[in-house]
């Protein structure tokens, strides 16, 4: 990792599970950029957090020189256009080009809800969609950024911990071969990067957060279920 130069500090406030701090994990990572990593518990969100994000109160947040900046996309955009000279180049040069990736990586975006793992589940119910925008944003290429990685990939690439996961706890393959070839390829690709090991959660601990939290609803709906019964009586 190299240092982001020019004195610059980079704090990022994150939660390991989170796909969306993922998001933010991976840009710093390709950008080759050093970072301060601070892991919040969400139960018990620290001061620096909520001062840092007081409207969401959400991960991740990035500081940078003491300014912080919320919401992973505005976040990866952000890391892209400071640092335009460090690693890879995120956002495309061609304007046309750049509001494709814009909109692609809001559409994902739209099928998912912050901090909840099983919304993803969601989220590749339009994989064949996401087939159709790698094949428009690759023109042929391994990824969505071209020859390299770029701005969707990392969007898209936030929940590759998760789908991994899903697939081992619920049997579900969301970039199964047969349908979505070019997705499917596209995920290999991607975990063989190096960028991507380095910050890639633990795949056996996101499959018991995701048994724990399937037992945790499922205990809830039995209690709900039994108070239901009980006035019924």
Excluded at 172 to 188: G, I, M, R, S, V
Excluded at 215 to 223: D, E, G, K, L, Y
Aim: with cysteine.
């Amino acid at each position: 990792m190299t240092m982001a130069g020019g004195g610059d500090e980079l704090k990022l406030l994150g939660m390991w599970a989170s796909p969306f701090a993922l998001r933010a994990k991976l840009a710093l990572s390709f950008k080759g950029l050093s970072y301060d990593y601070v892991e919040e518990d969400l139960k018990n969100k620290s001061e620096l957090l909520l001062s840092s994000n007081p409207v969401h109160k959400k991960v991740p947040v990035l500081i940078h020189n003491g300014k912080p900046i919320c919401e992973s996309q505005v976040i990866v955009q952000y890391i892209d256009e400071v640092f335009p000279d460090a690693g890879v180049t995120l956002l495309p040069a061609d304007p046309h080009d750049r509001a494709v990736a814009r909109f692609w990586a809001s559409y994902i975006d739209e099928k998912t809800e912050e901090e909840k793992a099983e919304a993803v589940k969601q989220t590749f119910a339009v994989v064949e969609k996401l087939e159709g925008a790698l094949s428009e944003c690759s023109k042929g290429k391994p990824f969505f950024g071209g020859d390299t990685v770029g701005y969707v990939d990392v969007v898209l690439g936030g929940f590759v911990a998760w789908v991994h996961a899903i697939e081992e706890v619920f049997g579900l393959n969301q970039f199964d071969a047969a349908k979505t070839p070019l997705l499917a390829a596209w995920l290999e690709r991607f975990d063989e990067l190096d960028a991507v090991k380095e910050v890639m959660p633990d795949i056996g601990r996101l499959v018991e957060l995701a048994k724990m939290r399937q037992a945790q609803a499922a205990a809830a709906a039995a209690a709900v279920a039994a108070a239901a019964a009980g006035e019924a009586n």
